[in-house]
């Protein structure tokens, strides 16, 4: 083969194609205590996860740096803090999102800054996330193909 076939050229890949959908998508709420924030990050083994409302609305995202950071007192640990505070005080809101329809390309740029990127629909609700890990996963996969195709290059 010394040609790269349509179907398995990566810019036809959209973020729905490769998008873990939002049912599968750890989260937290805008109202949760950053306790609650803590522990569903901790049990997940994730470092960071999507915030939003009660109706589902993307509205930020939250990491464990970002946490812990807040019970850093001048003396000792303000762990009380993790209690008292809400995610939506703390929570990160400058972060770039994409729609379903984002091409392969534009996920991969932002995802060079951040480790997933949230998928919105137009009313802003949460359609899910895509990962560094998917687009690596669709690169290996592409350049494991094509692999005749590079070697005549
Ligand atoms: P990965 O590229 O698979 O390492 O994922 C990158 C980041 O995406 C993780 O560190 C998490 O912050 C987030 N992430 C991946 N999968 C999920 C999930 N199912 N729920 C929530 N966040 C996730």
Known sequence: MDFIKQED?????TAEDIMISSEKVAHVQLNNPLEHA?????K???????VLD???RFKGTIGKGSILN???GLERFEMENLSTKTVESIMDTDIPCLKKSANFF???KILIDY???CIIDENGFFDGIVTRRAIL????????????VFKLL
């Not at 803590?38 to 901790?42: D, N, R, S």
């Not at 996963?137 to 005749?148: L, R, S």
Request: glycine share 2%; aromatic share 18%; proline share 2%.
């Open 54 to 56: 009660s109706k589902y």
């Open 115 to 117: 480790s997933f990127i």
């Open 38 to 42: 803590l522990l569903i990050l901790l």
């Open 9 to 13: 050229a990566l810019y036809y890949l």
């Open 106 to 108: 534009e996920c991969l």
């Open 70 to 72: 807040e019970t850093l």
């Open 44 to 50: 997940s083994g994730y470092s960071a996860v999507p």
């Open 137 to 148: 996963k669709q690169m290996n996969q592409y350049f494991h193909v094509n692999k005749d």
